[in-house]
């Protein structure tokens, strides 16, 4: 039966820096109970991952970075949703940033931004004053995966660690994919 933990080896994020993006070590204080595991990058998308580490698909939370305009501004935030669902980026999340059109970030923005691998992106090490939206169902999922700001690996974490990241709140942002 899959879990949030899989097959794979998870070690103490504090102890193994190494394995993750430099924006995620330089934040990793933050989630002082997040573990790490190396994964073949090759498998990095969700899917694969979770079929390939025996990853429940309820337990491994996927973060996408969004652009949301109003006139000339851009606001970017990360949302989190379960790989069971998908977020409800032209509503909930436009309203939520007060945004007139809403849409995922370009992936050159994407990269370049966070610091992070496409694919990889996490909420853990985001740049300053980011919003990070957090659906419900990730909070109510317990120990959830998220990505480790590389392809080469991934996070494990009790979601409810995720609220204690810079900017982050718990809203009702998706609906089943």
């Known amino acids: 039966m899959p879990s949030a933990a899989g097959t794979l080896d998870w070690l103490p994020l504090a102890d193994h820096l190494d394995l993750v993006a430099a924006p995620v070590a330089s934040a990793a204080a933050l989630v002082p109970r997040a573990r790490v595991a190396r994964?073949?990058?090759g498998l990095a998308d969700t899917a694969a991952f979770c079929a390939a580490y025996d990853v429940a698909p309820g337990a491994s939370a996927n973060c996408?970075?969004?652009a949301g305009r109003r006139g000339g501004a851009t606001t970017y935030?990360?949302?989190l949703v379960l790989a069971t669902t998908r977020a409800d980026v032209n509503g909930v999340v436009r309203t939520e940033l007060d945004a007139r059109k809403c849409s995922f970030a370009?992936?050159?923005d994407a990269v370049g931004l966070t610091g992070?691998?496409?694919g990889g992106i996490t909420p853990v090490g985001l740049p300053e004053g980011w919003p990070v939206l957090v659906d419900e169902a990730?909070?109510?999922a317990g120990d959830v995966v998220v990505g480790?700001?590389?392809r080469s690996s991934k996070l494990l974490l009790p979601a409810a660690d995720l609220l204690r990241l810079p900017g982050a709140r718990a809203l009702a942002l998706s609906r089943p994919a």
């Open 77 to 79: 935030a990360a949302v």
């Open 106 to 108: 370009a992936h050159d």
């Open 64 to 66: 996408v970075v969004v």
């Open 138 to 140: 990730v909070v109510a």
């Open 148 to 150: 480790s700001g590389l």
């Open 116 to 118: 992070m691998e496409f």
């Open 39 to 41: 994964i073949d990058a």
